[in-house]
Structure formats: C-alpha cells, structure tokens
C-alpha cells in the first residue's frame, strides 16, 4: 500500500514507516514558512443538544417506570391486582418468535378467549 502525504518532505517522506513524535511534527512545521503549514483544522462538533434532549427522553421514561411499578406494586398490595394470562402468554411467545428470527404471522396466533 502506498500513502501519499503532500507535508512529507525530503528524507521525511523515505521514512514514511517510522513513527514520528508529535513534538518533533509540530517542531518541523513551526521552522517551514506560514503559507506551507499545515491549515488549522476548523472540524467541530456539538453534542451538548443531542444529548441533553436524550437525557430528558431517558429521565421521563424512567420516571414513568417508577409510577407504574408503584402503582402495580400497591394493586398487588390490596390484592385487587389481576393477571392476564392469556396477554402474558402471547407476549412470551411472541418474543421467543422474535428472538428466533421467526416472522410474525397472524395464523400462528394463539387463539382468542
């Protein structure tokens, strides 16, 4: 493989396998005239609303969680908390399909009640 660098220079560019130390590079490009340097590089990213929207997105969702485990956990409490097995078990399924790979069709559905 060949790599073309157009800041090799001379018997800089000979030794194009060696590693160079940072220092020295910026040394090399500090003795070379302003018009050959290098240009600043002007990349840049900002991540600061991205993530601050998914942030809240996360909280929210977490704290939705928390309200429903607490309202389940004082319907379980009074005894007034009720099971759908039928529901319960077309989820299993339907998630053992998932993680099989296996489409989702509505002829393999467990029968309604």
Same mark, same amino acid.
């Given at each position: 493989? *060949? %790599?073309?660098?157009r800041y090799? +220079?001379g018997?800089? !560019? ?6 160079? /130390?940072? =220092?020295?590079?910026? @040394?090399?490009?500090? &003795?070379k005239?302003?018009e050959s340097?290098?240009?600043a590089s +002007?990349? *840049?990213v900002?991540?600061s609303?991205?993530t601050?929207?998914? +942030?809240?997105a996360l909280? #929210?969702a977490? =704290?939705?969680r928390?309200?429903?485990?607490? *309202?389940l !956990?004082?319907?379980? #409490?009074?005894?007034?908390y ?5 529901? %319960?078990? *077309?989820?299993? %399924? !339907?998630?053992?399909? #998932?993680? !099989?790979?296996?489409?989702s069709? &509505? +002829? /393999? @559905?467990l029968?309604e009640?």
């Amino acid at each position: 493989m *060949r %790599v073309e660098d157009r800041y090799l +220079t001379g018997s800089q !560019a000979v030794q194009s396998g060696k590693t160079v /130390n940072p =220092q020295e590079v910026e @040394r090399l490009n500090e &003795a070379k005239p302003p018009e050959s340097r290098p240009a600043a590089s +002007t990349d *840049r990213v900002e991540l600061s609303e991205l993530t601050g929207g998914l +942030t809240h997105a996360l909280e #929210a969702a977490a =704290q939705q969680r928390v309200s429903l485990v607490e *309202r389940l !956990a004082q319907e379980h #409490a009074a005894g007034r908390y009720q099971v759908d097995a039928m529901a %319960v078990s *077309r989820a299993m %399924v !339907a998630e053992m399909r #998932a993680d !099989a790979g296996e489409p989702s069709s &509505a +002829t /393999n @559905r467990l029968p309604e009640t």
